[in-house]
């Protein structure tokens, strides 16, 4: 046998067993691919059927939307920051009680009713706000609270409830279409058969009926 053809026989068995190495890891990185690709597009199908709030508020953005819409509200943002040592102008009164609303107490910012429950907090009528966790506590040189409560307690009832409204309503954008346009009421159709689960006493005459 000629030993050339079987140096020629083995690189070819060796170039195959290269080529189907090849193909093997090709397809192992073709199908690993596709299914990150599909577990990707599961995932963003799942973020495209929930509410638009969920993709496009910004919560640290939203402060400043309320302080455009309620420019009388207090800012608070006097207090020093510890890693700069000069004024926290954007630490804000607002922005704080977002931060705490969120991630403190972790409630939904859709709801009227969290949100009155989180200034009841402030205003020492629900949950006890603890001072060491308090937000800003950690980055500003002095514990806000004292100041955010002092500022909550001054807010009238009528600026606490445009409050509530802004904020409910810069979280879920769709909140102030639903409240105008009102739920068609439906008057009930007037029954005129008697009802039979009634029951109803025989009167004199009726009995020449139940005569044969």
């Known amino acids: 046998m000629n030993a050339s053809w079987i140096d020629q026989t083995l690189k070819a068995m060796q170039n195959k067993r290269i080529l189907s190495f090849a193909i093997a890891f090709l397809t192992g990185i073709s199908l690993a691919l596709g299914e990150v690709e599909l577990k990707a597009s599961a995932r963003f199908s799942f973020l495209g ?11 640290q953005e939203v402060w400043k939307q309320v302080y455009q819409r309620l420019p009388d509200l207090p800012r608070e943002n006097q207090y020093i920051s ?10 804000t009164l607002i922005s704080r009680l977002i931060r705490y609303h969120l991630y403190l107490k972790n409630r939904p910012p859709t709801y009227r009713l969290d949100w009155k429950l989180t200034l009841a907090d402030y205003l020492g009528v629900n949950e006890v706000i603890l001072e060491p966790q308090y937000v800003g506590n950690d980055i500003l040189r002095e514990n806000p609270l004292e100041g ?9 009832r009528a600026q606490r409830d445009a409050l509530v409204e802004t904020l ?26 008697p009802n039979p689960d009634v029951f109803r006493l025989p009167k004199p005459g009726d009995a020449q009926l139940l005569k044969p």
């Open 148 to 156: 955010d409560r002092a500022a909550i307690k001054r807010l009238n």
């Open 82 to 91: 510890r890693e700069t040592g000069q004024v926290a102008s954007e630490n």
């Open 168 to 193: 409910v309503t810069l979280f879920n954008p769709r909140y102030q279409e639903e409240i105008k346009t009102p739920t068609p009421s439906v008057s009930p159709t007037p029954s005129t058969s």
């Open 49 to 59: 059927s929930q509410p638009a709030i969920a993709q496009i508020v910004i919560p």
